[in-house]
């Protein structure tokens, strides 16, 4: 006799305990029983199922090789080997930077990561089950990973000696130049702040921590005679934790403006000249200097007049001990014609013969004056030049 039994599934009932009975036709019939259990062999019917739809992980850009990342998990209704998956990365591991362990689904860390270099990755799982070759069934799912930024990577300065110029004169606050870095982390790793060495030459400086931007400072007081060029270091630091700088050189040079008058020796010189001379003859050197530089200090000289009381000199000069002061540049048309001044070299000579007895004595005020381009500034003294037998 047979019995019709429902559609097989081991997944819902993977052993029958059955009772045979056999009874024979004889009178009275005599029966016998026997047990049987029936273990249902599997069939790989069900795929790998993934507990996530998809995977998200993040690892720092400074993890070591084997570093785990994430683990994924399958689950398959099927028995024994049809059940067991095999894992492994299909796509989007090009570079080889992960691995995944075959049995555990243990995503780890297979090379060098650099966050710089690339931050995103984006990969395919595979779960593979076990059972024969030829009925093998997967499945696949989407893995990404974000490597994460360290602060690996230190400020760079643009330049490793950032020049500029100022005038003497420049305002105080006056800009100068823009000091600029990249740091190549990201967020509050990349975020610089800039700060000069508070060691170094820059009592006349300031710069502006977010921008960069030097300028000179409120309390500025540029003079080119005192000091013609500044250098100090420059310092730029990230945010990240812990910090991480870098130096730059800055060199500031200071551009002299005409802001010194020429200045002689004396307020009064003495020379003398012998009666009757031939013209040309050297009387004296009046030279003066200039605290300037350049065009600013080159000077030439003139005889602006003469006069007759030595007070008058010291009025125009102030005291026989200090400078002259400054004088209009035109000349007088009554300056001598005894005497001439070589333009240049402030070497006196005489124009033409002198007797004593028409004249003891000539009072010259000499005028040296400077070669600025905006401004122009003199200076003055006195030469007395006696007459002698």
């Not at 000069?196 to 007081?221: A, C, E």
């Not at 004249?359 to 381009?373: C, I, K, M, N």
């Amino acid at each position: 006799m047979w019995v019709e039994l429902p559609l097989l599934d081991k997944e819902l009932v993977p052993v029958y305990d059955l009772t045979v009975v056999a009874i024979d036709l004889g009178d009275p019939s005599l029966t016998g029983t026997a047990q049987v259990i029936v273990h249902l062999l599997d069939e790989n019917e069900f795929r790998p199922v993934f507990d996530q739809e998809a995977y998200h992980g993040f690892v720092p850009e400074n993890a070591a090789l084997l570093s785990p990342v994430l683990t994924v998990n399958t689950s398959d209704l099927d028995y024994m080997e049809n059940s067991t998956s095999v894992f492994s990365i299909v796509a989007g591991n090009n570079r080889t930077m992960f691995g995944i362990d075959s049995s555990s689904g243990q995503l780890y860390v297979a090379g060098n990561l650099d966050y710089e270099d690339m931050s995103e990755y984006y990969l395919v799982v595979m779960a593979r089950d076990s059972g024969p070759i030829s009925t093998q069934l997967s499945s696949e799912v989407n893995v990404s990973v974000t490597v994460t930024d360290i602060n690996d990577n230190i400020p760079t300065f643009l330049d490793s000696n950032f020049v500029s110029a100022v005038q003497e004169d420049a305002p105080p606050l006056t800009p100068l130049i823009v000091l600029e870095a990249f740091d190549e982390d990201s967020g509050a790793n990349a975020e610089i702040s800039f700060a000069l060495d508070p060691l170094g030459d820059n009592k006349f400086f300031i710069v502006d921590p977010q921008t960069g931007l030097l300028s000179l400072s409120p309390n500025t007081s540029l003079d080119y005679e005192i000091q013609q060029t500044y250098e100090f270091i420059a310092i730029a630091t990230d945010s990240g934790i812990p910090p991480l700088s870098s130096n730059t050189t800055v060199t500031i040079a200071i551009e002299d403006v005409n802001d010194n008058a020429p200045i002689f020796e004396f307020a009064l010189v003495d020379a003398s000249v012998v009666e009757n001379s031939a013209p040309g003859q050297s009387v004296v050197y009046v030279t003066a200097t200039d605290a300037d530089s350049g065009e600013n200090a080159e000077l030439s000289y003139d005889i602006m007049r003469q006069i007759e009381n030595e007070s008058d000199c010291y009025s125009t000069c102030q005291t026989p001990d200090d400078v002259c002061t400054s004088f209009p540049t035109t000349s007088d048309s009554t300056a001598s014609s005894s005497f001439v001044v070589h333009n240049q070299s402030g070497l006196v000579t005489t124009t033409f013969p002198l007797d004593r007895e028409e004249r003891e004595s000539h009072l010259l005020v000499v005028q040296a004056t400077d070669s600025g381009r905006e401004t122009r500034l003199s200076g003055l003294t006195c030469l007395l030049v006696t007459v002698v037998d």
